[in-house]
């Protein structure tokens, strides 16, 4: 039997999910969370063959809780599941140590395909997301300005972009306000992007199909 636990803060969409996975045999939902915090918590003192986690929630997201929780469970078999298909999102996901990436365009049976694949102690990459990062290095056209963000710097342009202030972000992150800023203003995060506020950020962000533009 796989144990799945499930992360995502719409609450249909994880009923959606559970109810896939109820139907299917030799799988068991032991759990979920409606945020990135909640699934840290819990991973503190229980245990999923899969986690099956949303990139954008709330909070310090998919990326981090990704990060915290491998932190506490260096085995943990983690799947992200997101609307993000552009790079550099896949590429650091897999960087901080998840073990899947599939896009909220997954059919069921390729759902059901790659927790099984996870489970099992192999990787899992949507078709789409492995031909397009095997494809971008080769990629001569203008270059995602993205790509130079550590995966920290990442994580505070997705809680910016989501209107989260800088107090709200160190707390989430266990940072102090003084070194938010630092990589939001002064020598990193919009120094690389060439910009100098957060409108411009958004603004880029959408050009980039970095933000669910429908949250607009």
Known sequence: MISVYLVDDHELV????????????GIKVVGEAGDGETAVQWSRNNEADVILMDMNMPGIGGLEATRKILRYQSHAKIIVLTIHT???????????????????????????????????????????IA??????????????????????????????????????????????PKTVNSYRYRYRLFAKLGISGDVELTRLAIRYKMLDTGQF
């Open 14 to 25: 994880r009923t959606g999910i559970r109810r896939l996975l109820e139907d299917e045999r």
């Open 86 to 128: 552009e790079d550099p999102f896949p590429t650091k996901v897999m960087q901080a140590g998840a073990s899947g990436y599939l896009t909220k365009g997954a059919t069921p049976p390729e759902v059901l395909q790659a927790i099984r694949q996870v489970a099992h102690g192999q990787r899992y990459l949507s078709p789409e």
């Open 131 to 176: 031909q397009q990062m095997a494809l971008s290095q080769f990629n001569q056209t203008e270059d995602n300005p993205f790509k130079t963000l550590s995966e920290r710097e990442l994580q505070i342009m997705m809680m910016i972009t989501n209107g989260e202030k800088v107090n709200d972000i160190s707390e989430q992150l266990n940072l102090s």
